[in-house]
């Protein structure tokens, strides 16, 4: 496990009588806000989401902090953005702000984690605080469900228990277990038997992806279905042992399906696609009830802090918990920030810089590209003519020199777009070919996406290469 800076480093003396409730916490990888019955999804298969939204608070406008997964759940976990918790890409860890279970673990909770995918896990440190921690990659819902019981049963019935499940199903390839044949299953296993780049279909090339994508819903449904039977199970489970716990439904990030030209990605963009998620919370003490106020993923650990009595200032996130139990209006000053990750995939030309630090790091123009690999002379592309980047040319000296300049002026990493966004009105800024942003939206909130691009001003990020870590990369597809 990689040392945590944690911000709180005296324990707070034992509580005088056993603190309660007991919380569960379970999030759904790549699930999109607009895809559950609660939602408005006809042909959602969703009962057990959609039971837990009529007895709770469903936040119709939540937000994650950064589309993609280790980031979004350090934001969860610590309360803080990634820019204070320090994870600014999948697979990077935290290094700063301590973990809601270390925390709630001091007062006297049972913690237990149990993650589906290596990048959200002991190498990012998401598991400090948890006393029992699991990492599997890519398991079903159901059987990481499974042993997230088996460690419940363990547990003394007489401590409360925090629970954290994050079960990774809706991430592509889209296959459930019984995927009808079409289009989309063949190119799952096209991708997962490495006949076809991910990358290739994220950008739509020869039309693959769009001409699947009516079946990749329905198997996206598919998976989706899997996650809200497994959660039906964890709360049968929890009911048997006697425990009614407050429970956290959400997500890491939506998933793009054709908005802004991608198809089954997530992360270098900002569009609601991705930044919107969905997030219920019901239980002992809340209410039943909708809330179209902003809410974030950094609010989830303020509000479980402050059901157990801890009011932290120095989180980023705020306690909903007045507008869970009393119905509370959301501040007005209340906004979402978002950061996006980088375009770790170099086909993806549209983007100004695209590739992974220590790996393959790709600059594009308008129709040519630049990209230089580990220890490589940098060799050019007419991605225009050849969107697969497969056959080095040769450009005009004029162009050279551009890409070369643009390759100076963005580094990997730093080419990122970011979005204050309220429930009325966004505002984004792009990075541009030729320096600098172009910004797009309501100009009111100019001051605060001023704010949010200075917090931003941070060294370029250093790659985790541990091989556990890669491999994890790899099986989400982050790393081809």
């Known amino acids: 496990m990689i040392p945590l800076l944690l911000a709180c480093t005296r324990a707070p003396a034992p509580p005088a009588e056993l603190p309660g409730p007991d919380l569960l916490v379970y999030t759904v990888d790549t699930l999109r806000h607009d895809r559950l019955g609660f939602a408005g999804h006809a042909d959602a298969q969703t009962p057990h989401m959609d039971a837990l939204a009529t007895r709770g608070v469903v936040f119709e406008q939540a937000t994650t902090p950064f589309p993609r997964t280790t980031p979004a759940l ?3 976990l610590t309360g803080l953005r990634p820019a204070h918790h320090g994870s600014l890409e999948v697979g990077q860890p935290i290094t700063h702000g301590t973990v809601l279970a270390h925390r709630l673990q001091q007062l006297g909770w049972a913690t237990l984690g149990l993650s589906g995918t ?50 990774v199903d809706p991430h592509f390839p889209y296959l459930p277990p019984d995927a009808s044949e079409g ?8 991708v997962k038997e490495g006949r076809i780049k991910r990358a290739a279909l994220f ?4 039309h693959k992806a769009s001409a699947a994508l009516d079946h ?29 716990p407050i429970v956290v439904l959400s997500s890491d990030h939506g998933e793009h399906f054709g908005e802004g030209g991608l198809y089954f990605e997530h992360g270098p963009r ?47 996130g705020v ?28 086909l993806l030309v549209d983007f100004v810089v695209s590739g992974r630090q220590g790996r393959r790091v790709c600059h594009h123009g308008t129709e040519w590209t630049r990209c230089v690999g580990k220890n490589r002379a940098p060799s050019f592309f007419h991605h225009a003519v050849d969107p697969l980047l497969k056959s080095a040319a040769t450009p005009s000296e004029e162009t050279r020199v551009l890409l070369e300049s643009q390759a100076q002026r963005w580094p990997v990493g730093q080419a990122r777009q970011v979005l204050v966004r309220t429930p009325s009105a966004q505002l984004r800024a792009l990075p541009q070919i030729e320096g600098g942003f172009a910004r797009e939206g309501d100009q009111a909130l100019t001051a605060s996406l ?28 982050y790393v081809e």
Request: aromatic share 4%; with cysteine.
């Open 74 to 76: 350090a934001s969860m």
């Open 450 to 477: 001023d704010r949010l691009a200075a917090e931003l001003e941070v060294p370029t990020w250093v790659s985790s290469q541990e091989a556990e870590v890669i491999e994890g990369l790899k099986a989400m597809g």
């Open 270 to 316: 900002v569009d609601d696609a991705v930044v919107r998620v969905p997030l219920v919370v019901a239980g002992p003490g809340v209410r039943a009830g909708r809330d179209a106020g902003v809410a974030r993923l950094e609010d989830i650990a303020a509000t479980l802090l402050g059901r157990a009595g801890i009011q932290d200032v120095a989180l980023d």
């Open 118 to 167: 290596p990048v959200a896990g002991a190498e990012q440190g998401l598991d400090a605080g948890f006393q029992v921690f699991v990492s599997q990659e890519d398991p079903r819902a159901s059987a990481l469900v499974e042993r997230a019981l088996s460690e419940l049963r363990a547990q003394d019935p007489e401590q409360p228990v925090m629970m954290w499940v994050h079960v």
């Open 319 to 346: 306690d909903l918990w007045p507008r869970l139990s009393e119905g509370v209006s959301a501040s007005p000053d209340l906004e979402a920030w978002v950061l996006s990750g980088s375009a770790l995939h170099n």
């Open 203 to 206: 950008v739509d090339h020869q």
């Open 216 to 244: 990749c819903l329905e198997l996206y449904d598919g998976e989706v279905t899997e996650a809200d039977t497994a959660l039906g199970d964890l709360l049968a489970g929890f009911e048997a042992a006697g425990r009614d």
């Open 183 to 190: 289009p989309c299953k063949e190119l799952g296993w096209a």
